[in-house]
C-alpha cells in the first residue's frame, strides 16, 4: 500500500463509499390531511425531507423521500380527506402497495409505521384504527403519534390516549412541535419524542439501526454510544489484520487509510459531514497527518504501557495489540470532540472555529485519557 497524502487524499469519496455502506430503514408515514406528518419527519431527523430529498412517486398517492445526506427513506402517504369512497380507496391502496413490497427482500420492505392523528381534533376516527389495524395485520411494526398535544387539555389528552390503546393497542406516544420555548417546558412531563425514537430503534432489525440513529437530530448520547460499540470495533479489526501481515510497527502509513475510513464513518454518524466540506477535510487531514505522530509520542512517554499485553507478548501480537488499541483510542477522541461539537450547536452556541473542538492538542489529550482509562484491559 503506497504512502497516503494529505493533499492528494479524497475525503469526500472516502465518506460518500462510509454512506454507501449503510443500510437504511424504511419507515412509512401516515395519516389524514392536517395530521401533521412534516412536522414529526422534521422534528425527528432535522430537517424537511421532503424538500431537500428527492420525492420519487411510487404508486398514486405515494411518494419516496431519500437523501444522500440522511441514512431513512421515508414513504410519505398522501392524507386522506372525509368522504367514504376516498377513505376506502386511501385504506386499499396503502395494504396492495405493502403487500406488494413484502414479497422483496428486507431491503425493499416496510420496517416501521408511524401513524400520526392531530390531536387538535380531538377524535380518534374508524378510519385511523382502521389503517393502524391494518398495518398491524401485515406484521408492520406500528406506533400512532398524537401531534399537536399543545391543543388539548389532560382530559381530552387521556381520552385520546384510551381510544387508541381500546381500538387497536398500539404503542401511542405524544408529540408537539410547538415553536414557543415555553409551551414546550409545560408540555414536557407529557411529550414522548426520546420514547417515540427509542421504540422506533428498537423494532429496527439491528443492521438497520446504524442509518436510522445516524439520521437524528440531536441524540448525541445515543450517537456516541453506536460509534463506540459498533462502528469503531470494525476499524479496530482492520488494524490488527493490517498488523498482523506482519509489518515493521513503525510504518503507521499502513493504518492510516482505516483511521481515515474511520474518522469518516463517525463524522458521518454525527451528522456532521453535512455541516461543510471544509470540516471533513480538517478532520481527515489531522487523522492523517496526527494519527502516526500521536503514536510515536506516546511511545517515548511510555504510554505505551498501560496497553494491556504490550510487554508480556513479542513480534506480531504486540503489533496487533498496539495496531488495535491506538486505533480505538482515535475512534474515541475523535467521537468525544464530535459529541462536544454536536452538544455546543444543538444548545444553540456558534462554534467560532473547527479547531475549538478539533485539533492535535484536544485528540492527544483524549486519546491519551482514553489509554488510562482502559489500562486494565476493559472494553479494548
Known amino acids: 500500500m503506497s504512502d497516503i497524502k494529505v493533499k492528494n487524499f479524497d475525503f469526500q469519496r472516502e465518506l460518500e463509499k462510509v454512506a454507501a455502506g449503510i443500510r437504511k430503514p424504511n419507515i412509512l408515514i401516515c395519516g389524514a390531511t392536517g395530521a401533521g406528518k412534516s412536522s414529526v419527519v422534521n422534528w425527528v431527523f432535522g430537517k424537511n425531507v421532503a424538500t431537500t430529498g428527492t420525492g420519487r412517486p411510487l404508486t398514486r398517492g405515494i411518494t419516496e423521500y431519500s437523501s444522500k445526506d440522511i441514512s431513512v427513506n421515508l414513504f410519505d402517504t398522501e392524507g386522506y380527506e372525509i368522504g ?10 396503502v395494504e396492495k402497495w405493502i403487500g406488494e413490497r413484502r414479497e422483496g427482500a428486507l431491503a425493499g420492505q416496510i420496517h416501521e409505521a408511524w401513524y400520526c392523528i392531530s390531536a387538535a381534533n380531538k377524535r380518534v376516527t374508524d378510519m385511523d384504527l382502521s389503517v393502524v389495524q391494518t398495518l398491524q395485520e401485515k406484521n ?20 385520546l390516549l384510551r381510544a387508541v390503546s381500546e381500538g387497536c393497542g398500539a404503542p401511542c406516544f405524544a408529540t408537539s412541535a410547538h415553536a414557543d420555548r415555553a409551551v414546550q417546558e409545560a408540555l414536557a412531563p407529557y411529550v414522548q419524542w426520546d420514547a417515540l425514537v427509542d421504540w422506533a430503534e428498537a423494532v429496527l432489525d439491528d443492521s438497520l439501526k446504524e442509518g436510522f440513529i445516524g439520521s437524528l437530530a440531536g441524540y448525541v448520547q445515543k450517537k456516541q454510544a453506536l460509534v463506540t460499540k459498533k462502528i469503531i470495533p470494525i476499524y479496530t479489526t482492520a488494524a490488527a489484520g493490517v498488523a498482523a501481515t506482519p509489518i515493521p510497527f513503525s510504518d503507521a502509513v499502513l493504518l492510516e487509510p482505516i483511521q481515515v475510513s474511520m474518522a469518516m464513518h463517525i463524522l458521518r454518524t454525527y451528522g456532521l459531514d453535512k455541516i461543510s466540506e471544509d470540516l471533513i477535510s480538517f478532520v481527515g487531514s489531522l487523522v492523517v497527518t496526527q494519527a502516526g505522530r500521536m503514536l510515536a509520542q506516546s511511545l517515548t512517554a511510555g504510554v505505551l504501557k498501560m496497553i494491556p499485553g504490550v510487554g508480556t507478548a513479542a513480534g506480531i501480537a504486540v503489533n496487533t495489540v498496539v495496531a488495535s488499541t491506538f486505533t480505538a483510542a482515535i475512534g474515541a477522541g475523535l467521537s468525544q470532540s464530535c459529541a462536544n461539537y454536536s452538544k455546543a450547536v444543538f444548545e444553540g452556541s456558534k462554534p467560532q472555529s473547527y479547531s475549538e473542538f478539533f485539533d492535535s492538542a484536544i485528540l492527544s489529550g483524549f486519546v491519551e485519557s482514553w489509554l488510562k482509562e482502559h489500562k486494565n484491559g476493559k472494553d479494548t
Open 140 to 159: 408492520i411494526p406500528t406506533a400512532v403519534v398524537l401531534t399537536q398535544l399543545d391543543c388539548v387539555d389532560y382530559d381530552e389528552y387521556q381520552e
Open 84 to 93: 367514504e369512497e376516498k377513505i376506502s380507496a386511501y385504506r386499499d391502496n
